[in-house]
C-alpha cells in the first residue's frame, strides 16, 4: 500500500514536471519564433517602397507588415524550405542605402549621433527640424507620432515641434498624447521655416542656450547649431 502511494505520487510528480517542461519549451520556442520571424519581415519590407500609408504601428500602417508576417508564419509552418532560402538569400543582401528607405536611414543616423551629445549640453539645447523635412514629418501615417520620435532617440527638447492643424492621420485621436494641452495653450506649429534669430528667441523664452537645427543637403542630412547667448 506504502508502495503504491510512493509510486502515484512519483508519477503525479513526474507528469507534472512533463507538463510544465512542456509549455515552457512551447512558449519558449513560440517567442523564439516570433522574434525571428518579425526579424525577418522587417527586414524584408524595406525591399517595397516607402509609402506613408503602410509605415506606422496601428492600422492601416501596420496592414502590409501583418501580411508579411502572415507570409513568413506560412513558409515557416509548412517547412517550405525553397520559400525559406529565397527570403533568407533576398534580406542577406539588404543594404539600406539601396532601398526607398535611405534618407530616413540616414536622418535617424543623424538623431543617433546627436544622442552622444554629453548631457550637460543637451539640457541647454534646443532641436528645430524644419517642416520641409518630410523624410522626418512623414514618418508614421500616425503624424502625431512624429514629434515625439526625434526627442525620445537624442533627449533633446523640440522647437516648433507641433504639427499643421491639416495632418491627415491614421490615428483619429488628435486630441491624445497630450496635444489638447497644448491647444488650451493656443500653441500651433509654424507654417514657414525659422530663421536664427526668432529660433533663439524661442529657445531664450524656455531658458535654453543654444539651438542645433536639422538640414538635408545633397541627400544627406546636417546640422547647425545656433548659439543664443
Known amino acids: 500500500m506504502i508502495l503504491d502511494k510512493l ?4 508519477y503525479l510528480f513526474f507528469l507534472i514536471l512533463f507538463i510544465v517542461s512542456f509549455f515552457a519549451l ?3 520556442l513560440s517567442t523564439e519564433a516570433n522574434f525571428f520571424l518579425a526579424n525577418v519581415t522587417i527586414r524584408e519590407a524595406f525591399f517595397y517602397e516607402n509609402d506613408i500609408n503602410f509605415k506606422g504601428i ?3 500602417g501596420t496592414r502590409r507588415y501583418k501580411k508579411l508576417l502572415m507570409k ?3 513558409i515557416l509552418k509548412n517547412f517550405n524550405f525553397s520559400a525559406m532560402k529565397k527570403t533568407y538569400s533576398k534580406i542577406k ?3 539600406i542605402k539601396n532601398t526607398d528607405y535611405a534618407l530616413e536611414y540616414e536622418l535617424i543616423k543623424t538623431l543617433s549621433n546627436l544622442s552622444n551629445l554629453p548631457n550637460a549640453e543637451k539640457k541647454i539645447s534646443a532641436m528645430y527640424i524644419p517642416k520641409n523635412i518630410k523624410t522626418y514629418w512623414n514618418l ?3 503624424r502625431y507620432m512624429a514629434p515625439f520620435v526625434a526627442p525620445g532617440i537624442t533627449n533633446i527638447v523640440m522647437l516648433d515641434g507641433l ?3 491639416n495632418q491627415v492621420t491614421c490615428y483619429g485621436h488628435t486630441s491624445e498624447y497630450g496635444y489638447m494641452r497644448y491647444k488650451q495653450f493656443n500653441k500651433k506649429a509654424s507654417l514657414l521655416q525659422l530663421e536664427s534669430n526668432e529660433l533663439c528667441t524661442r529657445a531664450k523664452k524656455e531658458g535654453l542656450n543654444q539651438v542645433i537645427e536639422i538640414f538635408e543637403e545633397d541627400s544627406m542630412f546636417q546640422t547647425k547649431i545656433y548659439n543664443c547667448k
Not at 7 to 10: D, E, H, I, S
Open 163 to 165: 504639427l499643421l492643424d
Open 7 to 10: 509510486n502515484l505520487k512519483a
Open 72 to 74: 513568413n508564419y506560412s
Open 26 to 28: 512551447k512558449n519558449t
Open 140 to 142: 508614421s501615417c500616425d
Open 58 to 60: 496601428r492600422e492601416p
Open 93 to 95: 543582401s539588404l543594404e
